[in-house]
């Protein structure tokens, strides 16, 4: 029976960071290290101060505190970590590719092919090695094809256990899974490393809630997971369009079919488009995966997701034009809210970076506020688009720390993100220092619109007339 008491997890990103500081804790007789080649990241990791660290969650700077250099350590001697670990997860990045073949669908592997090799050269023991990272079914077979052609005489087992924690509610997700998946081969070997990493999950997450699979569809099941996610709120948002022209209200429409227990009301929330580093990432690799195999229709089936998505934030940000008397020239936008989503500071493919860009071809002056999101990432954000010069960039989007000066002198505020905090503000004090007409839109439906109403503000919200 393997008994695992070093980890290793490559990737000290949203996904490395929160599940192994989780496994430290809940796992104190294993010693974890977080290695990562981003010296500045590591650096973060271990600020003395916990609430620098270079991810935020809530409740995961608490966790880090109590685990980090007991049994918790981050840094960036990767070989040696490597090297005294019965257990690697490679939990590293997996875009889009940006270029040659399946540019703007495949997964980029370099990273996984990368700590692969690494893997292969440093090791001078046997291991079990943990695809952690979201990859395309049948990755595990070109990992082991590298592993096995060492020399060394090291004996690799690779298992597929794919993370489903979701951003900013990452530590609940980690304590309390719906369930952990882990697929592996149905050799004996296989089971055994299987069972080592049970094992370690059974220290917190009740048994029967822990799925073992062949390897392929655990690898298969995380793209699926997530298209079926993804999926949900793309067909709400289709018909937010719907509603908007009919005069029915897409929030009772989503509680009407929501309460029917095989449709179940999660992920029925229409907003301004999903954002984040997997949606769309997974299901352009999904369609990928299916046109590879010659499977166009499956393809297709996908693919709408993805374009609904696109329309949906085009869509808001023509409305903001539209009732902007069609030009927005000059005009100051308030955007509040930048993240994809509220309690994370992740900005990847974030909804605002689009409606942003698209407002800027129309020489929008935009003015972001969000409370956990750094100037220099917004910055970054718009030119990773490579729409105009970074000069442009900064002369077009001012980014403040105080949401009552983004607002004040702007034509319209536009809510890309549902921060709570954005509820409480002094809505007579923004309404006051604003513009006239003063339109909100809202592109979560947090506000309270009756309210906003009331003090005079025009609202528009997504999926009402
Ligand atoms: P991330 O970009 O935040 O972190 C990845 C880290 O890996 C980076 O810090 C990078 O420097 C490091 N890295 C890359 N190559 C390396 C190497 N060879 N050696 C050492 N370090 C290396 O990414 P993430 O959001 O943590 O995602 C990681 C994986 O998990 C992806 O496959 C993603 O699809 C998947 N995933 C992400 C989420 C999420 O919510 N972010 C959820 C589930 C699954
Ligand atoms: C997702 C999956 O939920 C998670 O299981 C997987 O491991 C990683 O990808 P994440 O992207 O962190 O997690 O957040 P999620 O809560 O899924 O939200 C994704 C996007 O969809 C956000 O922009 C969110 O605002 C949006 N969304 C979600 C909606 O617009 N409406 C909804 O009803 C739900």
Redesign the pocket.
Known sequence: MTKITKICC???????GPTMTVIAKKCPHIKVTV????EE?IAAWNDPDTNNIPVFEPGLSEVVAEARGRNLFFSTA?DEAIDEADMVFI????PTKTYGAGIGQAADLK?IE??AR?IARVSKTDKIVVE???LPVRTASAIKDILTHTGSGCKFQILSNP?F???GTAIEDLNAPDRVLIGGDSTEEGKEAMQALVDIYANWVPRERILTTNIWSSELSKLTANAFLAQRVSSINSLSELCEKTEADISEVSRAIGTDSRIGPKFLKASVGFGG??FQ?DILNLVYIARSYGLQEVADYWEQVIIINDHQKKRFANEIIRTSYNTVNGKKIAFLGWAFKKDTNDTRESAAIYVADHLLFEQAKITVYDPKVQESQVYGDLDYLRSRDPQENRFGVKVTSDPYEACKDAHAIAILTEWDEFKTYDWQRIYDNMLKPANVFDGRNLLDVEKLKAIGFQVKSIGTA
């Open positions: 490559i990737g000290a990103g949203y996904v490395g290695v990562d080649l981003n990241r990767v939990s590293v990045n997996t990273w990368l700590c690494q952690k990272s979201t993370e924690l979701a951003e580093s997997c990432k």
